[in-house]
């Protein structure tokens, strides 16, 4: 695969560590600005301090995962939006994999 984050999103797709159920689309929007605007490290410490709450604990947890996974890709520290529209894309990455076509193009 030529494009580093098309290789993301199949990671983000298919890994066990990220279930889409304890995901909810407002969580992921603010993460997502967290990321865009402050980095890495930002994200981090905001997603620890949600961990630390019972209610948010599982999606922290599953976030941190995909923060860890969007580290090894230099395009996303260079464009931080390309983290943002990731994380805000998340549930519909992930409910990609349920699909019998996932894996393949959808060249017509």
Do not use: C, W
């Amino acid at each position: 695969m030529s494009d580093p984050i098309e290789e993301l999103i199949e990671q983000l797709r298919h890994n066990r560590d990220i279930d889409e159920r304890v995901l909810t689309p407002n969580a992921l929007h603010e993460v997502g600005e967290v990321f865009e605007r402050y980095g890495f490290g930002a994200t981090r410490l905001y997603l620890l301090d949600k961990q630390n709450r019972r209610d948010s604990r599982a999606q922290a947890s599953a976030l941190l995962h995909v923060l860890d996974l969007m580290r090894d890709y230099p395009a996303i520290s260079q464009r931080r939006a390309i983290g943002r529209a990731l994380f805000k894309s998340l549930i519909a990455i992930r409910q990609s994999a349920q699909s019998p076509d996932s894996s393949k193009g959808t060249s017509r």
